[in-house]
């Protein structure tokens, strides 16, 4: 056993199951496309609805479109970040 509870057995199992599939650099998976949607997009785009929410209000139409528009750009940012990063997660170096 480790110290944490586990054993050495158990958490090598664990971290032997963890595949992250980066994409090439210059080119999108599946993956990043998912995930860029659903980090940057909702994650800013449910921030402002959060905070009209903890302000008592509802969010209005056009804190909705402010929103959704924000969550577009920081989706896009993501995405170009990925296109512009190898599968070693380095920025703007080739394969």
């Known amino acids: 056993m480790v110290g944490n509870g586990y054993s050495c057995y158990s958490n ?3 971290h032997s199951k963890i595949h992250i599939m980066m994409s090439s650099f210059l080119q999108l998976n599946k993956r990043d496309l998912i995930n860029g949607f ?5 994650a800013t785009a449910l921030a402002g ?3 009209s929410l903890e302000a008592g209000n509802l969010p209005s139409m056009a804190e909705l479109q402010t929103g ?3 969550g577009i750009k920081a ?3 993501y995405l170009l ?5 190898n ?5 703007l ?3």
């Open 87 to 91: 599968s070693n997660d380095q920025l």
């Open 38 to 42: 659903i980090v940057a997009f909702l």
């Open 81 to 85: 970040k990925n296109l512009f990063t």
């Open 93 to 95: 170096k080739g394969e």
């Open 68 to 70: 959704a528009i924000l």
């Open 49 to 51: 609805v959060i905070a």
């Open 12 to 14: 090598h199992f664990i």
């Open 75 to 77: 989706a896009a940012a």
